[in-house]
């Protein structure tokens, strides 16, 4: 049985602000490979949730080497909470503030 994905606010800012610094770094090609990694790694976490690195109660997975995807699994519902995607250039300390 698959997985629902839910998107909570901070990952969706947090999404359009990762498609936002790859547009304006690189170009549209980029954002199109970064969606399509952002869509394969979700299909792969329906089916199979705990394929991430398990931080206390959350989850880690890399989606590409600058930005990582944190996510909750709420197992009695069969749900996958997106939590965050972290750009890894970023100062670490922020990413404590945000989970």
């Known amino acids: 049985m698959e997985y629902r994905i839910k998107w909570l606010d ?6 359009y602000q990762e498609i936002d610094f790859i547009y304006l770094k690189w ?12 869509d394969e790694n979700l299909k792969r976490l329906s089916i199979n949730p ?4 398990p931080i206390k109660s959350i989850f880690r997975i ?3 080497k ?10 009695n519902e069969k749900r996958i909470d997106l939590l965050i995607f972290f750009n890894d250039l970023k100062n670490p300390e922020e990413l404590n503030k945000l989970l």
């Open 62 to 64: 890399v989606i590409s």
């Open 66 to 75: 600058q930005t990582t995807l944190f996510y909750k699994v709420i197992e």
């Open 50 to 53: 705990y394929v991430g690195v």
């Open 27 to 38: 170009n549209d090609k980029e954002v199109e490979k970064f969606v399509l990694l952002v």
């Open 10 to 15: 901070d990952a969706s800012i947090s999404y």
